[in-house]
């Protein structure tokens, strides 16, 4: 046995309770992870409250961890036991000691466990997404939600690849962007006119925060052939854009690109707090009310035993 922070019921954070699980067994292509770390994306909050209800209850949610192998499945070659990893996890799993995951990269040494717990969902979804809009060098990418987890990393990766891209975000990630090499504009009622200050038209549009700004996004890239949406179901349907959407062969290799980079230190993370698990219900409110505007990542025991 083993120890989880169990989703029974949907509701308010308090619904999330340190319970007694059954520890998982590593099957075929699979290794079992000590978990060090886990991130807490918004996602997380949703499925907390029931708005995306597609896991049959009680679960364990948490979608990135970081930690080391402690079980190997059959077929599976290249890792060995106590291994760090980091690892995205499309089934969810994440708020327990003990996670079974295929999907998985070796943590180099020079990222601590927060960092590498902290990017996983926020990589591959960076990296799928200028996948599936083909970014190429000359092109400018307008990101709705620059400041963000996922934003950042975007940021980072189209700059080196060549394009420039524009952020939409609140002003307290101004210098943030400005530091990345990206040009920050203000979201609202005048984000049509603020883009267009800069420049008459984008290439491309990522929207990676969800509040709006799908209809400008629309009129600035000539059509919604090349706008992405993260986070807006509703708005990819009324304005015809893609919703994008993860899966496990989307961009498998997201994660270990991303750690490399940081590593490197030729990729900046956005600035994460941390909460012990014990506190989760805490971490959740604070995210869920604004009380916290950093990445959020759990950690775990195993992390300073």
Do not use: C
Request: proline letters at 7%; glycine letters at 12%; a negative charge.
């Amino acid at each position: 046995m083993s120890s989880a922070t169990v989703l029974s019921q949907y509701g308010a954070p308090e619904v999330l309770v340190w319970s007694e699980v059954e520890q998982p067994t590593p099957g075929p292509g699979q290794i079992r992870i000590q978990v060090y770390a886990a991130g807490l994306n918004p996602t997380d909050l949703k499925i907390r409250r029931g708005e995306l209800p597609f896991l049959g209850l009680p679960a364990v949610i948490g979608y990135e961890v970081s930690g080391v192998v402690d079980a190997v499945g059959p077929d599976v070659t290249g890792v060995e036991i106590g291994q760090g990893v980091a690892a995205w996890l499309p089934n969810l799993g994440g708020y327990g000691e003990y996670v079974v995951t295929a999907l998985w990269s070796p943590k180099p040494d020079a990222v601590s466990w927060v960092d590498a717990a902290a990017l996983p969902a926020s990589a591959e979804a960076a990296v799928r997404v200028l996948r599936q809009l083909n970014v190429v060098s000359g092109e400018t990418l307008l990101v709705l939600g620059g400041g963000g987890a996922v934003g950042v990393i975007l940021t980072q990766l189209a700059i080196a690849a060549g394009a420039k891209v524009i952020s939409a975000n609140g002003a307290a990630d101004d210098q943030l962007l400005r530091d990345l090499g990206a040009v920050p504009v203000r979201y609202g009622a005048d984000l049509l006119a603020n883009v267009r200050a800069v420049t008459p038209a984008v290439d491309a549009v990522v929207d990676a925060a969800g509040h709006g700004g799908l209809a400008e996004a629309v009129e600035l890239a000539g059509g919604p052939q090349r706008v992405v949406t993260l986070a807006d179901g509703r708005g990819a349907q009324q304005y015809g854009v893609l919703m994008s959407t993860p899966g496990p062969d989307s961009s498998p290799d997201g994660v270990g690109t991303v750690l490399e980079l940081v590593a490197a230190g030729k990729l900046r993370l956005r600035d994460s707090v941390t909460y012990p698990m014990a506190d989760i219900a805490k971490a959740h409110a604070d995210l869920e009310t604004g009380g916290v505007r950093q990445k959020v990542v759990l950690t775990l025991p195993a992390l300073t035993s």
